[in-house]
């Protein structure tokens, strides 16, 4: 894991090199199409998978359990078990993204004229300067690592397809791609540090012989 975390962060310091190459999409807030991928990523918004993922607990939670027969019980735990880990994999790293960013305070694309490219300012608690990391890649990390847990013989697809909507971030001029390497390297790194612990304890997951991802149960 820690060679994970070396990874994200070279990415990230990479990322920055081309940050200065945003400013053409940024000054185009009136595009269309711009306004259109703005849009679009709106699908990495935490809230579309977090209150799903909290009404299939209550839902379980709430019922007569000794009413259930022993084979409906495992299959009602195991999706208990698995809306539980996209509600921690989702929030838990969201929560470290926001908490990053109000301690770096960076200044969002749109605020480059009054900030620059490289401009911070810590603890405004303005959204104008809460950039770094962004919170829909981290959103997208997380999607792309429970994804992958969910499909392992296809998990470079849905790295693909989470690679890009995270990405589009920044044509949309919300993000520089730092922001977004960052955010996504976030997510995908905590939703699989999360998965690691439950497989400790033989949770929803369990260890392979080899290889980072655990494997889900059932």
Known sequence: MSALFAVAVLLTIAAGVFDPLVQPFALQSQNAFLRFLGNVTDAAQSGWYIVPAIVIIAIIGLMDWTAIQRGSRRTLMLAYGRAAYIL?????????TNIIKQ???????????????????PFEFDSLFQGFPSGHATTAGSLAVILMLWHPRHWWLSLIVMGVLAFARVPAGAHYPSDVVAGFSVGAIGALLIARWLARRRAVFVFRKSGLLPLMIG
Do not use: N
């Open 88 to 96: 921690a994999a989702i929030v838990i790293p969201g929560i470290v």
């Open 103 to 121: 301690f770096v305070g960076r200044a969002r694309p749109r605020a480059m004229d009054e900030a620059g490219v490289y401009g911070f300012s």
